[in-house]
């Protein structure tokens, strides 16, 4: 069992599973390491995408005055000139992305294969990929949040863009045109124009995941999700096993990888995240939010309110009338309580 603690058991706990996973000190064993080593050469970038993102100021000053002096030709290209750099920083971004979005194809083929026979089985033996699934959904979440907060990101672009097209026209040689060509643009401004969008891609990565792999039931990946929601609920909820992070930044891990699984599981099950039926038992979720510092989970909680808007209906078309409306109005409790969990917070209840 390894650094899979049990979680004594508690009849509150009985319908989930009853592990505490050591986020902080998985190793992995023979039979993870070559998904593993795919996976780390991966996220080894992950810190140093954060790093570069947080640092971004973009070019807010310069484009400002070459748009208010037109005619200025020596503001104009200082513009460019700034914002080319940043353009190349924007790609590395979506370039990494679509990078992770392949680590995570690869670990949920690891953890949703018939190897073992249920999730908790996969949890327990590979905890090392599922510590890997944990660090993906952290960054996630980490850079949606950064990047909701700097809008210099999408304004930079979009000054990118219009300067181009108008740079084509005119037949002006333009640097940096060679690097980002318009179909490549097309999806970096899809990319940068969802609030989320590295949410988003993980979203429709494990959806494509699954419609890959037709000969897995959807319950391999739906309950794998489930179950590491349920782990890290069980683990933040107990102060027990929550005595056992050696550090509080991994409590701040442990709620993002909650966030992250919830998301995930409402945008590929059936029924979603938020109906009766669902896995997750999304009033202890919540409540564990409650929980935390005033201000501390805000981004978290936001992430969770803004996904019902943009990951119910596409999905819409599973259910008949009846379902719909059933989790339409579960859908507007937890958003009730979510929204007056984020009002209480703020007041610093």
């Not at 005619?71 to 460019?80: I, N, P, R, T, V």
């Not at 990951?311 to 009730?336: A, I, T, Y």
Request: aromatic share 8%.
């Amino acid at each position: 069992m390894g650094n899979l603690l049990k979680v004594l058991t508690c009849t509150d706990l009985e319908q989930e599973p009853n592990f505490f996973l050591d986020f902080e000190n998985a190793q992995p064993t023979e039979a993870e390491r070559e998904v593993w080593e795919q996976v780390d050469v991966v996220l080894k970038d992950a810190k140093g995408i954060l790093d570069e993102l947080q640092a971004y100021k973009g070019a807010g000053q310069a484009i400002r005055e070459a748009i208010q002096n037109p005619s200025d030709e020596a503001l104009q290209e200082q513009a460019w000139a700034a914002v080319v750099p940043l353009v190349g920083k924007l790609k590395k971004f979506y370039e990494f992305s679509q990078r992770l979005e392949a680590a995570l194809h690869s670990l949920l083929g690891a953890l949703t294969s018939e190897t073992y026979s249920d999730p908790t089985q996969h949890l327990e033996r590979e905890q090392a990929l599922a510590k890997q699934f944990a660090e993906i959904l952290h960054f996630t979440l980490r850079f949606d949040e950064l990047k909701m907060t700097n809008p210099a990101i999408q304004n930079d672009f979009s000054y990118y863009r219009r300067t181009l097209s108008r740079m084509r026209i005119n037949n002006v040689p333009a640097e940096g045109e060679n690097e980002v060509n318009n179909e490549l643009a097309n999806r970096i401004s899809l990319f940068y124009a969802d609030a989320t969008p590295m949410l988003k891609t993980l979203s429709d990565g494990t959806t494509k995941f699954v419609s890959e792999n037709k000969n897995l039931p959807i319950e391999n990946t739906t309950d794998c999700l489930s179950t590491m929601a349920s782990v890290c609920k069980v683990m933040l909820e107990t102060p027990e096993y929550r005595s056992r992070f050696t550090s509080e930044d991994t409590v701040s891990f442990c709620l993002r990888v909650m966030v992250g699984v919830i998301i995930l599981y409402d945008y590929v099950h059936p029924v979603g995240a938020f109906a009766k039926s669902s896995k997750i038992d999304m009033k202890g979720c919540i409540k564990v939010l409650k929980d935390q510092p005033p201000n501390s989970v805000d981004g978290l909680l936001n992430a969770l309110r803004g996904k019902r808007s943009t990951v119910v209906w596409p999905l819409q078309h599973n259910f008949s009338g009846s379902k719909r409306e059933s989790r339409v109005r579960m859908d507007g409790c937890v958003l009730c309580s979510i929204t007056a969990l984020t009002d209480s917070q703020r007041r610093g209840k």
